[in-house]
């Protein structure tokens, strides 16, 4: 079976890789690997861990009432997004990763690097980039 591996964080550009990969695994019958990858330590408390894993189990259900098999990881292991769902998208031999995009400045794009960037160079798949619509 093929598989897709989308990354997803609970914003709108996550929500519309989601739903394009979700869209895609119906279409071609393939398993979906759902990633939300956070580096932890100080920058992921109690609170955003018990919130993340609410989203990832809604997720989850929601994907099951579409008919879509699918595997929802949470990966807290020091790595950066680019670095998991590259790795992630290995060990599945992934036939493609769908990423979501948001609109941001030049500085923006300067200043935070662009794990879209690292993806699109890096990955050993195709990858579908979806541009997140700007209201939700």
Do not use: W
């Amino acid at each position: 079976m093929t598989a897709i591996v989308v990354g997803y964080v609970p914003k709108a550009e996550g929500r519309a890789a989601l739903r394009r990969a979700a869209e895609e695994a119906k279409l071609r019958g393939a398993r979906l690997v759902v990633v939300n990858s956070s580096r932890g330590g100080r920058e992921l408390d109690d609170d955003d861990a018990v919130r993340a894993d609410a989203e990832l189990a809604a997720v989850s259900k929601q994907l099951e009432e579409a008919g879509i098999e699918a595997q929802v990881r949470q990966l807290v292991r020091g790595m950066d997004v680019a670095e998991d769902l590259i790795a992630v998208a290995e060990e599945h031999s992934a036939d493609f990763i769908v990423i979501g995009l948001r609109r941001r400045s030049p500085v923006g794009k300067l200043i935070l690097g662009s794990n879209a960037q690292r993806i699109l160079l890096d990955a050993p798949c195709p990858v579908l980039a979806v541009k997140a619509e700007d209201v939700d």
